[in-house]
């Protein structure tokens, strides 16, 4: 049976053949790279004006003359934007050579409005002498007609449209390897830890998709993210970086993503944090990633990390970061949970050993966009409510395909593998066949601490139809019979066809 598809899992942003349409108007006046600063910069400020006008439009209706009082946007995590910069504005100059200043001073103005956040950040280069600026008009026009509120304003907008144009582009650009979680995959990890209240952390931010959903989780249980969590993040990538600055500035949600995009590893921007929640989907499989300067570095309490796979230095490294009662949901590749080379063997008995793995979710192939390989969810806990006990999950036969290459997760699903987690802190039986298995730490050692969810929850059982063995069998042996047969005088006309054109077989 079809599945309805789920708006609030899916990744789709919802305009993106508008985006594709401004990308078309550039095409040949500049490179395939320059498309997603352009558009970046431009939906930045669409998305923000969209949202201001709204509030804008209440506070007008309101009659108490403070719609252009800051407060009242930021209290409500609404970006204030400032005249010039507002999209309205910005239209009027669509069609005239001045409209890429004009631009520029927009980021500029915000900039100033918001020094601590955005200072330094923005792009600023849309005056550039060799950009046409009538394609340029015309891409504002474009956006013009996009809604992005529509689009459902707890997305994270920004990091979607920038993989969009990495993925459409990769082959001009000679890029492609970055790509960003998904939202079911976020989804699913913030509805199991739950990130209520306290110190949120990503080591490896990106766009800072999974503030964004973790913010939208707060507020959907009566939560204030601006008053409950406090943000802390890193990137190594400048563009990212700033990517999430931006994401996290237009929804009003102060953050310390360190003083620049550095080496989480090299040069670690909080290494006096211990976060309450950590979310995180590091760069699988990374190699060459500075283990050797790093060797006697106090985060590896479980074991040295292998220079050739940096999966059990991130693991390591949140866990550092970890306060004593918080949790840990990171995504990562599945050669995590079997591997016996470069000491992760021997890493991960230490780390289950400790009591540290509070569950395993392994999930199907086809979920990223840019990337095919499958991936598990690790879920660490240092207080965890079951002692010595480990829940697995196979959730590689859940999902729908929404493209020929790209399957996602239904609301139902995501809540189904949260609240198995739910159930199991609490102490009550989530043993499904097929499905979820709680296991001790003797178990998994029976295993040899091969964390794969398969090993441990069995195989579903076949539904009985109900027709006797014997009659089953004679039935299908006919049928084979029967298509041997047909086999049989298909090879037979086709022979004659052939000796018809002068060819024997």
């Given at each position: 049976?079809?599945q309805?598809?789920d ?5 789709n942003?919802?305009f ?9 108007i550039?095409w040949?006046?500049?490179?395939a790279e320059?498309?997603k600063?352009i558009t ?5 400020l669409k998305y ?5 006008d709204?509030r804008?439009k209440?506070?007008?209706a309101?009659?108490e003359?403070f719609?252009?009082?800051?407060d009242?946007?930021t209290s409500k995590?609404?970006?204030y934007?400032?005249q010039k910069?507002?999209?309205n504005?910005?239209l009027?100059y669509?069609s005239?050579p001045?409209?890429g200043?004009?631009?520029d001073d927009a980021?500029?103005e915000?900039?100033k409005?918001?020094?601590k956040?955005?200072q ?5 280069d849309?005056a550039k002498?060799?950009?046409?600026k009538?394609?340029?008009g015309q891409v504002?026009?474009e956006?013009s007609?996009?809604?992005m509120?529509?689009?459902?304003n707890?997305?994270?907008?920004l990091?979607?449209t920038y993989e ?6 990769s082959?001009q650009?000679?890029?492609g390897?970055?790509?960003f979680?998904?939202?079911c995959?976020?989804r699913?990890?913030v509805?199991?830890i739950?990130p209520?209240?306290?110190?949120v ?17 707060i507020?959907e ?22 990517l999430c600055k931006m994401n ?8 310390d993503?360190?003083?620049k ?7 670690d921007q909080?290494p006096?944090l211990?976060?309450?929640y950590?979310l ?7 190699s060459k ?5 790093l ?13 050739s ?9 949140m866990?550092s970061h970890?306060s004593?009662?918080?949790?840990i ?11 016996n080379?470069n ?8 780390i289950v ?6 569950g395993?979710v392994?999930?199907?192939?086809q979920?990223?966009?840019?990337v095919?390989?499958?991936?598990c ?5 240092k207080?965890k409510?079951q002692?010595k006990k ?5 959730a590689r ?14 609301e139902e699903?995501?809540l189904?593998?949260a609240n198995?987690f739910?159930?199991?802190r609490t ?6 066949l097929g ?7 003797d178990?998994?050692?029976?295993q040899?601490?091969m964390?794969?969810?398969g ?5 579903e059982e076949?539904e009985d139809?109900g027709e ?5 069998m ?20 086709i ?6 054109i002068?060819?024997?077989?």
């Amino acid at each position: 049976m079809a599945q309805k598809k789920d708006n609030k899992a899916t990744g789709n942003i919802g305009f993106e053949d508008q985006l594709w349409n401004a990308a078309c108007i550039l095409w040949g006046s500049m490179n395939a790279e320059n498309y997603k600063n352009i558009t970046l910069g431009l939906v930045f400020l669409k998305y923000i004006s969209e949202r201001f006008d709204e509030r804008h439009k209440e506070l007008v209706a309101e009659g108490e003359g403070f719609e252009e009082d800051k407060d009242e946007y930021t209290s409500k995590s609404i970006f204030y934007v400032p005249q010039k910069a507002r999209w309205n504005y910005i239209l009027q100059y669509a069609s005239k050579p001045e409209i890429g200043r004009v631009i520029d001073d927009a980021m500029v103005e915000i900039e100033k409005e918001y020094p601590k956040q955005l200072q330094g950040v923005l792009p600023k280069d849309y005056a550039k002498p060799d950009w046409d600026k009538i394609k340029l008009g015309q891409v504002i026009e474009e956006f013009s007609n996009i809604m992005m509120m529509a689009a459902d304003n707890d997305r994270d907008v920004l990091g979607r449209t920038y993989e969009y144009f990495l993925t459409k582009f990769s082959t001009q650009a000679g890029k492609g390897g970055e790509f960003f979680t998904p939202p079911c995959i976020v989804r699913i990890l913030v509805n199991t830890i739950k990130p209520f209240h306290g110190k949120v952390y990503d080591p490896c931010c990106g766009s800072g998709g999974m503030f964004v959903q973790s913010a939208k989780f707060i507020n959907e249980h009566s939560g204030n993210v601006l008053h409950d969590v406090t943000i802390y993040g890193q990137d190594a990538n400048p563009e990212t970086w700033r990517l999430c600055k931006m994401n996290l500035a237009i929804r009003g949600i102060s953050s310390d993503l360190g003083s620049k995009a550095d080496d989480t590893f090299a040069h670690d921007q909080h290494p006096l944090l211990k976060a309450d929640y950590i979310l995180a989907n590091p760069p699988f499989n990374l190699s060459k990633w500075g283990a050797n300067a790093l060797a006697t570095d106090a985060r590896w309490k479980y074991g040295v990390p292998s220079d050739s796979n940096a999966n059990f230095a991130w693991i390591q490294h949140m866990l550092s970061h970890l306060s004593v009662n918080g949790r840990i949901g990171m995504v990562l590749a599945n050669g995590s949970l079997t591997s016996n080379s470069n000491n992760e063997g021997v890493i991960r008995k230490n780390i289950v050993e400790a009591d540290l793995v509070e569950g395993i979710v392994s999930l199907p192939a086809q979920l990223f966009y840019t990337v095919q390989i499958p991936v598990c969810l690790w879920f660490f806990s240092k207080s965890k409510q079951q002692s010595k006990k480990t829940l697995f999950i196979d959730a590689r036969n859940l999902g729908y395909m929404v493209t020929r290459t790209q399957k996602e997760f239904t609301e139902e699903e995501i809540l189904r593998i949260a609240n198995t987690f739910d159930d199991f802190r609490t102490g009550k039986e989530v043993d499904s066949l097929g499905f979820s298995k709680v296991c001790t730490i003797d178990e998994i050692a029976k295993q040899d601490y091969m964390l794969t969810p398969g090993r441990y929850v069995g195989t579903e059982e076949k539904e009985d139809d109900g027709e006797p063995f014997e009659e089953k069998m004679t039935r299908l042996t006919s049928e084979l019979s029967g298509l041997f047969e047909e086999s049989h005088k298909l090879e037979e006309e086709i022979k004659k066809q052939l000796g018809a054109i002068g060819y024997e077989i």
